[in-house]
């Protein structure tokens, strides 16, 4: 990767020239970014007037930055280069935060934030890091498990008894999230508070977020809100399988305790599998795995059964 610095005038040529190719526009500091078969382009706003940062990813980005620059061209430290990922638009430290569990009927939620600098983009390309949904519970099961234990993470596990304890009091589940993003990425960027860079995979629009957490100590500004920030920001990607990895874990614990296997989801074979258990272990039992707030939770749950 090269960076160089530009004025407006260049970095319009720069807009200009890769037009066809820009994927993406005013997402936070970042101006664009350009994807070619060859490089990837990010134009990032900076503080100094009529000064803009290029970076520029690619097999050769010192010919093309050349053709833009004649001021001496910034690389990383030898040390800290790195095969870069052209999957990402932005690979700087950063910090980011997804969630699991939100689409199960049965078991926790499960949210985590993670770091993620040039050190860290090592494992993200190492183990081939992306969107958890696109990687296999067998995978995330051997990797993250060595992947923890070499990156900086925050994660909060919202047993069942919790979220619908919140639930029975009014809360929402964007709401619930909220408050857990929250708590994450405040204890991570207390690690690193030199990390301006924060990015969250979007579940609802900023002004509700900051609704939600209204009274509560919170990161004020400079949030990035992205729907699938997952494939976009290194950081989300790894707290994405972060958080898989918990969520696997807090099922596997249930497998265990009950001798069953929980199937995962809000389809049918859920709910054929929610009916045998209450049938074999009771209402109470159920209510320790199960999200009361969906709508499988009435289809499954006999009326004359008191809830209570």
């Known amino acids: 990767m090269v960076t160089i610095k530009v004025d407006i005038e260049t970095l319009n040529k720069i807009r200009n020239d890769f037009k066809d190719f820009i994927i993406g526009e005013r997402i936070g500091y970042i101006i664009f970014v350009a994807k070619t078969s060859d490089y990837v382009i990010t134009a990032y706003d900076n503080k100094k007037k009529n000064t803009y940062k290029i970076t520029i990813q690619g097999e050769d980005p010192l010919t093309l930055a050349l053709k833009y620059s004649d001021e001496p061209l910034s690389f990383p430290k030898k040390k800290e280069i790195v095969k870069e990922s052209p999957y990402f638009l932005d690979v700087n430290a950063q910090i980011g935060s997804d969630e699991v569990g939100t689409g199960d009927f049965l078991g926790p939620v499960v949210v985590c934030a993670a770091y993620c600098d040039n050190e860290t983009m090592k494992f993200i390309n190492e183990y081939a890091i992306t969107d958890s949904k696109k990687i296999s519970d067998k995978q995330i099961l051997s990797f993250v498990p060595l992947l923890i234990k070499k990156v900086h993470y925050e994660a909060k596990i919202l047993t069942i008894e919790k979220y619908n304890s919140a639930h029975s009091k009014g809360f929402n589940l964007n709401q619930m999230k909220a408050i857990l993003h929250n708590y994450c990425l405040l204890k991570l960027h207390a690690r690193v508070p030199y990390v301006n860079n924060v990015y969250v995979d979007q579940f609802v ?62 389809g049918e074979k859920v709910d054929l599998f929610s009916k045998a258990f209450i049938n074999k272990f009771g209402i109470e039992e159920f209510n320790k795995i199960a999200k009361k707030s969906f709508a499988n939770y009435k289809k499954v749950v006999d009326k004359n059964i008191s809830l209570i």
């Open 205 to 266: 629009n900023e002004d509700k977020y900051y609704e939600y957490l209204k009274g509560l100590s919170k990161i004020q500004k400079g949030i990035i809100f992205k729907e699938k920030g997952e494939t976009y920001f290194p950081s989300v990607a790894l707290a994405s399988c972060i958080a898989r990895y918990l969520f696997l874990q807090e099922i596997d614990s249930i497998n265990k305790k009950y001798n069953v296997s929980v199937p995962l989801g809000a």
